[in-house]
């Protein structure tokens, strides 16, 4: 069932659908948790509380399944007040988006109805000012062409996990807008929306995010065990080489199940936090040395014997960073589209970014979900008071100048059916 909030301008009662997938495109869909985390989309939309359980392990592999989303609502620890960072992010990317569309866009081939999915929405204010660029540009294109009559429906789907705080996503959407929303719940690392559903595809700072943590760095057995740390960064070289075999399967299917529900000659935008180089602690990187000085603080505080080492060697942060050639390399792998633009950014966002608390409280804000659900709602003060303290100590979160992490602008299109399967 998926809910579906209606522009000004379409009817206005609310209207359920159920997308219905062949059991062999809910196969491909990787093992989920919960049993409409995949294939029928639906809205939750829940209101979300700081001691919901968020990931499971499965007895035995050591697996951590992934599903916690951002911190929900407006409050102070909200991903929607602290997520400034990622706001950077659009704004650098609007110029570009914009040349693209003026330039790209297919405006010959068109149906009646148009359709967006931002992938990894959150909570909806940096994914509502992402739209709004995305259908005022195709709206200003048919205006210049001289074809404002035939200016299609547009439709949105806002698309992230089932834990996210849907509720505030559909609040922040603005009174006046040119489309259609709807809410779909699921990892994007499945099937979410029918057959060539889509004409334009979007994301952004959301595919770092891996859809598990790679098992062999959980298992006490396996050379890639990661001991005494929570992240890849610092850590020997099996784990760094887990990380990135995670990453490019979870870009892999992205690819591949997107280019199942794009249209052929359908476009992709995606903006992806990258570094220059691959990582190491002490190179200028606030986002990869965020997760490096937070493992630090848990080591500290297992030797205060606040919890065990054991908890915090059962415990790895599933993001990961990627440098530009690795994700070229791995859309190029992939074959499934033309790549249109690929551009390095340096990113405006970490200016608004103005010191080590803010950057305590923007980590805070996309990783307390997970870090509660392991560890307790009761260590998350201590542990922030003491990491904010390890940020203080650290130049590379009181001076963004300081900061060289880039991201990564990719505009992708979808190869027509034929060319695919001969490439
Ligand atoms: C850092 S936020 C970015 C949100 C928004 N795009 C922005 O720019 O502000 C990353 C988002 O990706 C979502 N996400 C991560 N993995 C996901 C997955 N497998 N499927 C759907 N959403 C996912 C998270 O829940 C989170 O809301």
């Given at each position: ?372 659900d392991h560890f307790g709602s009761e260590i998350i003060e201590e542990l922030f008071d003491r ?37």
């Amino acid at each position: 069932m998926l809910i579906l909030s209606h522009t000004s301008h379409l009817p206005s009662e609310t209207t359920l659908t159920k997308f219905f997938f062949p059991p062999t495109q809910r196969l491909q869909a990787p093992p989920s948790t919960s049993g409409n985390d995949q294939g029928a989309c639906y809205c939750v939309g829940q209101a979300r509380s700081s001691n919901r359980r968020c990931s499971i392990r499965s007895p035995g592999l050591g697996r951590m399944l992934t599903r916690c989303a951002m911190n929900g609502g407006e409050g102070p620890h909200s991903y929607a007040r602290n997520s400034s960072y990622q706001k950077g992010v659009v704004d650098v990317a609007k110029p570009i988006i914009e040349e693209e569309i003026s330039r790209k866009l297919d405006l010959k081939h068109l149906s009646s109805t148009f359709r967006i999915a931002d992938f990894g929405c959150s909570t909806g204010h940096n994914s509502c000012a992402a739209i709004q660029i995305i259908t005022e540009a195709i709206r200003r294109r048919f205006e210049i062409e001289g074809l404002i009559s035939q200016l299609p429906d547009f439709y949105v789907y806002f698309n992230d996990k089932v834990t996210n705080d849907f509720n505030t996503l559909f609040n922040s959407l603005p009174r006046e807008r040119l489309y259609g929303a709807a809410g779909v719940p699921g990892s994007f690392y499945g099937r979410l929306l029918p057959k060539a559903a889509l004409n334009f595809a979007y994301s952004s700072c959301s595919l770092n995010w891996l859809s598990e943590v790679p098992k062999a760095v959980l298992d006490t057995t396996s050379p890639a065990w990661n001991r005494g740390k929570i992240h890849y960064v610092g850590a020997r070289r099996e784990v760094c080489e887990e990380y990135a075999n995670q990453f490019a399967k979870d870009i892999e299917s992205f690819l591949d199940f997107r280019a199942e529900e794009l249209v052929p000659g359908g476009l992709m935008a995606l903006l992806v936090p990258t570094v220059p180089a691959s990582c190491d602690p002490n190179s200028a990187y606030a986002m990869t040395t965020a997760p490096y000085l937070l493992g630090s603080c848990f080591m500290d505080m297992a030797k205060t014997g606040r919890f065990s080492e054991a908890k915090v060697d059962s415990f790895n942060i599933p993001v990961y960073f990627p440098i530009p050639q690795e994700f070229k390399a791995i859309i190029e792998r992939n074959g499934k589209y033309t790549i249109e633009r690929i551009e390095v950014l340096d990113n405006p966002g970490k200016h608004n970014l103005t010191g080590p608390k803010d950057h305590a409280a923007h980590f805070r804000s996309v990783s307390e979900g997970m870090l509660i659900d392991h560890f307790g709602s009761e260590i998350i003060e201590e542990l922030f008071d003491r990491y904010t303290k390890k940020l203080e100590a650290s130049p590379l979160f009181s001076d963004p100048d300081c900061d060289k992490s880039i991201i990564m602008f990719v505009l992708l299109q979808r190869k027509l059916e034929s060319y695919c399967s001969a490439s």
